[in-house]
């Protein structure tokens, strides 16, 4: 019979351990780590994360302690630059557990390119395990160590552009900010109140209000005592409770006008845009009315659709006060129809010393948290496991205590992740994964849409959004929801195999966009940063060892703006290497590759083979020594020892075909089936491979 030859030019169906390695499709490899098989037609050898930080690099060098493993780092892209040019620019978070707390360090590549951990502490017990995320242009850091985080508040960082008390001179503070801020998100109200004079000023600065309140003749108001209520105004749209002085104004008689004038004790808090005054009878549970909007920039004003009374007198170094204006009658906006909530509620605010949650999402204008500590509908403070909680529409750091969702309460699980995509919260706990439906406005249309069970996840890192989707992983397998249905992706490796991998609460998922690669590496910890790479076109898997360096304690991952998977490291062996890691999906000098191909027996299991040789095109920029091996079944039925094939890869930057043979003299071998390895362990470099031809002719004589 004459010679025949046998081509593997694709590679693209990547590794499948499922299938026998007989049974393996053309296109799949029974092993293929430390590779790259993303092109169709190619074979190359892999890439893994390098030192990105340090001269020439994308970050500067910066030391910090041990990240908590799989967290503390972040990437947000702000409106503003250090220098208050209304620029967007990339700010990088570190925050790391500290002695007494949790630092934070912030790099800004166009902002001078250097570290800065000024004016941004975090406060904290310890074993801190900081989480993010960004909402209306500024950043919330959290501590998701509810177990041990009785220290701890969540803090705010953004950028602050406003001024306080306009036209009027204050030489003892500044009351124009135009910077970064870290601040605490507590939503705060007042705790001074005084409304028997405007020189009644509040004894320690930024903490509420003094008013003058007199009655005159002409208006609408009835007589009786009053109590007055006021809040402080957040960012411009978010307001506090309230702090309320009793039978703060007794109208002697009925058809009264009420004039009202506010004194304030500088500086406030930067975050402040102002406050309210409310009303309402004494001794009564009437609503809150609308009094008095007060402006720490403009002043005050009756109406909130009319022009303030501004900040006209200085009464000392820190101290100032509004004119007059003139309340003729009650107003129909109360605290309840301005902000869509009670000031009734418990608390407004997850923010509070030892408040947290574990795990945040923003999407449709509101912050969705799960697995909370902080007040419940009894005011307590306890840890709710089984609890969402979710912001006003636009007031991100607003959380009304009634609005909550609770699924599967006193289920023995927790929720561990939060994702979002097509007008769906994607709620993971350990066990199970709940898709609500949150495309309604209001959350009174909203529904359970669908529960899986074994969907669940481990780690609050086993999660990532993608373009397509919302991509997760456990020990069943990958899965993709694309806004219809939930895909599993893992159809390649073997069962076993996959849940060992995965089995564990450290598992780490990241995307790489430029090449459509799903990421799953095992932990995050010096021996677990082996990963499982899914180039999602095609469903492929590559297996890749030490994706970032052993020796590590590593963050969570994040894309970063230059398009990497990136995280930052500590040395627990290696010391002087920290920084940030970077793996971006294109191929480094490895010397570690190893594929397995089909053990093929060229489609006639019954029938011997002679195999003359292999020829092999390929591009390599080293030198790689008897690179390629293999075992058969002779012709007695017996599987040989692995074995080289005789010849060399040579250095080489455009295609060239080398020949390898079966044996040193270049006879032919016969078997009834074969399997060819490639590991060039000689020496580093970058190669590949684009296709290998094997020369065979079968013989009429059948196997045993």
């Known amino acids: 019979m004459p010679k025949n030859g046998k081509i593997a030019s694709r590679f693209d169906g990547g590794k499948n351990t499922k299938s026998n390695a007989k049974d393996v499709a053309e296109n799949e490899l029974v092993e293929a780590k430390n590779v790259f098989v993303d092109q169709i037609g190619t074979l190359k050898s892999g890439g893994k994360a390098e030192l990105n930080s340090g001269s020439g690099k994308d970050y500067a060098a910066q030391s910090i302690q041990n990240p908590t493993a799989g967290y503390g780092f972040y990437e947000a892209t702000m409106d503003y630059k250090e220098n208050d040019s209304n620029t967007t620019n990339v700010k990088t978070i570190m925050t790391a557990p500290q002695t007494g707390g949790m630092t934070m360090v912030v790099y800004d590549a166009e902002d001078g390119g250097s570290f800065s951990d000024s004016n941004i502490t975090v406060t904290g017990g310890g074993s801190q395990k900081p989480i993010y995320h960004k909402a209306g242009g500024a950043v919330r850091i959290c501590d998701a160590n509810l177990e041990n985080n009785s220290t701890s508040k969540v803090r705010w960082y953004g950028f602050v552009k406003r001024t306080h008390f306009n036209g009027l001179t204050m030489s003892g503070v500044t009351n124009v900010y135009n910077e970064y801020f870290a601040k605490d998100n507590d939503m705060a109200a007042p705790t001074f109140i005084d409304c028997s004079g405007l020189t009644n000023y509040p004894t320690t600065e930024g903490t509420g209000f003094s008013l003058s309140l007199t009655e005159e003749s002409g208006g609408e108001w009835q007589a009786g005592d009053y109590d007055i209520g006021i809040s402080f105004i957040y960012d411009g749209n978010q307001e506090s409770l309230l702090k309320v002085e009793t039978s703060a104004i007794t109208l002697t008689g009925d058809d009264k006008t009420i004039k009202v004038a506010v004194g304030a004790h500088a500086p406030y808090n930067p975050r402040l845009s102002g406050g309210r005054a409310y009303i309402r009878k004494n001794d009564t549970d009437d609503s809150w009315v ?415």
């Open 290 to 704: 609308f009094l008095a909007d007060i402006s720490l920039r403009d002043g005050i004003r009756a109406q909130l659709d009319n022009i303030f009374t501004a900040w006209n007198n200085t009464y000392s170094s820190d101290k100032g006060y509004t004119g007059n204006i003139y309340s003729i009658k009650p107003n129909i906006d109360t605290f309840d129809s301005i902000n869509g909530y009670s000031p009734d509620e418990n608390s407004l605010s997850i923010g509070v010393t030892g408040e947290g949650y574990k795990t945040s999402v923003v999407t449709n204008s509101r912050t969705f948290v799960a697995n909370i500590k902080a007040k419940n509908e009894d005011g307590e403070k306890v840890h709710m496991p089984d609890r969402i909680m979710y912001s006003q529409i636009g007031k991100y750091d607003i959380f009304p205590t009634s609005n909550y969702i609770d699924i599967g309460v006193n289920d023995g699980d927790e929720f561990i992740k939060l994702e979002a995509f097509a007008d769906r919260l994607f709620a993971f706990k350990k066990n199970k994964l709940y898709v609500i439906n949150i495309s309604g406005g209001s959350d009174t249309q909203w529904f359970l849409e669908s529960e899986y069970t074994a969907l669940g996840v481990t780690s609050p890192n086993a999660t990532v959004k993608v373009d397509l989707g919302i991509v997760w992983a456990n020990e069943n397998g990958l899965y993709l929801y694309d806004g219809k249905s939930v895909i599993n992706l893992q159809k390649k490796i073997d069962d076993q195999e996959w849940f060992d991998f995965c089995t564990g609460t450290a598992l780490m998922v990241g995307f790489l966009p430029r090449k459509k690669e799903i990421i799953i590496m095992e932990g995050c910890t010096n021996g677990s940063t082996d990963a499982y790479i899914c180039h999602l076109p095609t469903q492929s898997f590559v297996y890749v060892e030490n994706l970032f360096p052993s020796g590590y304690t590593f963050s969570n991952f994040i894309l970063d703006s230059n398009g990497k998977l990136s995280a930052y490291g500590n040395g627990v062996i290696v010391f002087d290497s920290d920084g940030v890691y970077s793996y971006d999906g294109t191929q480094v000098d490895r010397d570690d590759a190893d594929v397995t191909f089909k053990f093929d027996d060229f489609g006639d299991p019954m029938r011997l083979k002679k195999l003359y040789k292999i020829l092999v095109n390929y591009t390599s920029t080293e030198d790689q020594e008897d690179p390629f091996k293999y075992v058969s079944i002779d012709n007695t039925g017996t599987i040989t020892t692995e074995t080289d094939l005789t010849g060399d890869i040579s250095t080489s930057s455009t295609p060239k075909i080398t020949e390898f043979t079966f044996s040193a003299d270049g006879s032919p071998i016969i078997a009834q089936a074969a399997q060819l390895r490639f590991a060039p362990s000689t020496s580093s470099g970058q190669w590949q491979i684009n296709d290998v031809t094997l020369i065979y002719r079968k013989l009429n004589k059948k196997a045993i």
